[in-house]
Nanobody, 124 residues
Framework: QVQLVESGGGLVQAGVSLRLSCIASGRTFSQHAMGWFRQAAGNQREFVAAISGSGGSTMEAASVKGRFSISRDNARNTVYLEMNSLKPEDTAVYYC?????????????????WGQGTQVTVSS
């Protein structure tokens, strides 16, 4: 069982940067691919970014590519989402997720564990 706790959300103005963090429980963090998803009010959950267990491979959604980046620190059991040039349409609850394997994926149904989410609100 992996427990995930996100932090770093908040209310910010458009154009600024924000970094989300997600800390995972357990001793096998490097064996888990990690991902970030988001869900805006009234919308389905959508993929944002993912990273392999080693951190050597990453992928981002087209809507955030060039603005958001995902990284991880396996020594700290933590995955990060660096969000730059935030836009009002980035407003959503952001969820951290973990797979039981190290290969990355952009499909929500490939992820086995989920955090509670952290709210990000971007004002114009």
């Amino acid at each position: 069982q992996v427990q995930l706790v996100e932090s770093g959300g908040g209310l910010v103005q458009a154009g600024v940067s924000l970094r989300l963090s997600c800390i995972a429980s357990g001793r096998t963090f490097s064996q888990h691919a990690m991902g970030w998803f988001r869900q805006a009010a009234g919308n389905q959950r959508e993929f944002v970014a993912a990273i392999s267990g080693s951190g050597g491979s990453t992928m981002e959604a087209a809507s955030v590519k060039g603005r958001f980046s995902i990284s991880r620190d396996n020594a700290r059991n933590t995955v990060y989402l660096e969000m730059n040039s935030l836009k009002p349409e980035d407003t959503a609850v952001y969820y951290c997720a973990a797979r039981v394997v190290s290969l990355l994926s952009g499909r929500h149904y490939d992820f086995d564990y989920w955090g509670q989410g952290t709210q990000v609100t971007v004002s114009s």
